[in-house]
Antibody, heavy 122, light 109 residues
Framework: QLQLQESGPGLVKPSETLSLTCTVS??????????WGWIRQPPGKGLEWIGS???????YYNPSLKSRVTISVDTSKNQFSLKLSSVTAADTAVYFC??????????????WGQGTLVTVSS | QTVVTQEPSLTVSPGGTVTLTCASS?????????PNWFQQKPGQAPRALIY???NRHSWTPARFSGSLLGGKAALTLSGVQPEDEAEYYC?????????FGTGTKVTVL
């Protein structure tokens, strides 16, 4: 059974960089056709797709966040990470990591982590 | 910026049927947008239900079905159970960008 687990600071100061890691167990992050990505949800609001990355380096980012976001993959640790720079209170949210399937005829986001709340505050 | 719109809320009786829709500001939703549907209960991570318009995941009950309807993606819940009360989100794929819908709160009453 594939499992994803987010980890990282729960409190980040304004203007600093938010950094989160997602550890994947029960499967390889180097599997073909799978991207690894991040989604967030501000308190009481809807879901926002942040971006995703293939283990070999191909990335997709939300255009509204692209200038501040970096997603990276560490295959040796079976982990992937999110960095969001210059954060403001508007970046306060629950951050979820998730597996994205890309195949010729299908696209899905199937497995999700439980989520981690990150608060931006001084 | 692309906006994906869902009904804010719907109410259904136990055992009844309800259809949720997902519309794109760019025009008709097609299979090429690979519509996905997710269920989220309070305090929980979203759970994947449907992918690529109409495909159920291995854990998705048969009472959930996906389709295209009148230029929109649709999720139909048949024989609704009390545990189906939740927020439902669609997701559309626009090449390099994915956009979640605004969400529909389904109340079972």
């Amino acid at each position: 059974q594939l499992q994803l687990q987010e980890s990282g600071p729960g409190l980040v100061k304004p203007s600093e960089t938010l950094s989160l890691t997602c550890t994947v167990s029960g499967g390889s992050i180097s599997s073909s056709n799978y991207y690894w990505g991040w989604i967030r949800q501000p308190p009481g609001k809807g879901l926002e797709w942040i971006g995703s990355m293939y283990y070999s380096g191909s990335t997709y980012y939300n255009p509204s966040l692209k200038s501040r976001v970096t997603i990276s993959v560490d295959t040796s640790k079976n982990q992937f990470s999110l960095k969001l720079s210059s954060v403001t209170a508007a970046d306060t949210a629950v951050y979820f990591c998730a597996r994205h399937l890309h195949s010729g005829s299908h696209y899905s986001i199937d497995y999700w982590g439980q989520g981690t709340l990150v608060t931006v505050s001084s | 910026q692309t906006v994906v719109t869902q009904e804010p809320s719907l109410t259904v009786s136990p055992g009844g049927t309800v259809t949720l829709t997902c519309a794109s500001s760019t025009g008709a939703v097609t299979s090429g947008s690979y519509p996905n549907w997710f269920q989220q209960k309070p305090g929980q991570a979203p759970r994947a239900l449907i992918y690529s318009t109409s495909n159920r995941h291995s854990w998705t009950p048969a009472r959930f079905s996906g389709s295209l309807l009148g230029g929109k993606a649709a999720l139909t819940l048949s024989g609704v159970q009390p545990e189906d009360e939740a927020e439902y989100y669609c997701l559309l794929y626009y090449g390099g960008v994915r956009v979640f819908g605004t969400g529909t709160k389904v109340t079972v009453l």
